[in-house]
């Protein structure tokens, strides 16, 4: 089983990063970047649920830094699977590293079989478990009906379809995927001036749009019906 990630550049970087020409970077903060001990855990997800309705115990494991070629690395390892473990549905990752990686694929490869290997394409940020300890979870690119979801990846399914959705609370945290939507109520500063009040866009009968990524922050003390300014 493989891994090809990338690591997430500096801030300090990241302008330099963007401007390169060439797909390699020779530069990064060290200070965090650095994948000679830092490890990935893999679990291996089945389709089916045993004939009793419960669901197959997975296959977990790491894997470790085997290569790296410019901006990419590569991490490699093996699982013990039995023959009668079934069809691979997903793979759950947990990023030991203390900062988020992008991860472009997962390539799992029988012993000694490389014509039938299953890639996983994945191309996502995976945030680091040391500021979300839940796992993600890549699914093979095989679609389903929600009716037709097989047994053994319907909880999956359904958390990964929660964690995305959210619940219209709290306020988002860099690390999470949620695709949240609320009105424009941040674009005063109504505690900083009367002057800089602004009206809320969207959201009524009349003008239900524009709408913007919702972001929890907290309501103003002056008008409950804006949201405070990012601060950054």
């Known amino acids: 089983m493989s891994l090809l990630m990338t690591p997430k550049p500096s801030g300090q970087y990241m302008n330099y990063v963007q401007s390169l020409p060439s797909p390699c970077i020779d530069h990064f903060d060290q200070s965090w970047y650095d994948t000679s001990e830092s490890q990935y855990l893999t679990v291996l997800i089945v389709f089916h649920l045993t004939g009793t309705g419960l669901e197959k115990e997975t296959i977990a494991g790491y894997t470790n830094k085997a290569s790296k070629h410019c901006d990419k690395v590569k991490y490699e390892g093996e699982f013990s699977v039995p023959s009668t473990f079934g069809e691979v549905g997903a793979v759950v990752v947990e990023n030991e590293h203390l900062k988020e990686m992008y991860l472009h694929n997962i390539v799992l490869t029988p012993a000694g079989d490389n014509a039938t290997s299953l890639t996983i394409d994945c191309r996502s940020w995976v945030h680091s478990k040391f500021d979300n300890p839940e796992k993600r979870v890549f699914f093979t690119s095989k679609s389903y009906l929600p009716s037709q979801t097989p047994s053994g990846l319907e909880r999956f399914r359904k958390k990964e379809l929660a964690n995305i959705r959210g619940d219209g609370t709290g306020e988002r ?60």
Do not use: H, M, Q
Not at 211 to 224: F, S
């Open 173 to 232: 945290k860099p690390f999470e995927r949620i695709y949240d939507y609320d009105t424009y109520n941040d674009l005063g500063d109504p505690d900083k001036s009367e002057d800089l009040a602004r009206p809320v866009l969207g959201g009524s009968k009349e003008f239900p749009y524009p709408r913007r990524c919702r972001t929890g922050r907290p309501r103003t003390k002056k008008d409950p019906l804006s949201e405070e300014r990012s601060s950054s």
